[in-house]
Nanobody, 122 residues
Framework: QVQLVESGGGSVQAGGSLRLSCAAS??????FAWFRQAPGQGREGVAA??????KYADSVKGRFTISQDNAKNTLYLEMNSLNPEDTAMYFC???????????????????WGQGTQVTVSS
């Protein structure tokens, strides 16, 4: 069973930065992504990465960067210029080969972490 463990969430003021990490228990997965879910809202795709490249939601382009360290089986999300609208529970997800057009769709992913809370105050 694949396990994903997120860390790095917390509280920050608007304009601040946070770095999320997600440690994976195996390295055979092909596509990784970050999603977020605010109270009362659906799960939103934030960023995805595979061997071909990266994909970002329009709401985070230029502010967030997704990366991975294959040697450590760890996924990262660097978040800069945070604003209160970024407040949510953030989840990492992993799956097999996923076409680029679907990489921000939660239904495409088989494995999920437990989530880490990010709170941005104004």
């Amino acid at each position: 069973q694949v396990q994903l463990v997120e860390s790095g969430g917390g509280s920050v003021q608007a304009g601040g930065s946070l770095r999320l990490s997600c440690a994976a228990s195996e390295s055979t997965l092909r596509t990784f992504a970050w999603f977020r879910q605010a109270p009362g809202q659906g799960r939103e795709g934030v960023a995805a990465i595979d061997r071909a490249g990266r994909k970002y939601a329009d709401s985070v382009k230029g502010r967030f960067t997704i990366s991975q360290d294959n040697a450590k089986n760890t996924l990262y999300l660097e978040m800069n210029s945070l604003n209160p609208e970024d407040t949510a529970m953030y989840f990492c997800a992993a799956g097999g080969v996923i076409c680029v057009s679907s990489q921000l769709s939660p239904s495409r992913y088989s494995y999920w972490g437990q989530g880490t809370q990010v709170t941005v105050s104004s």
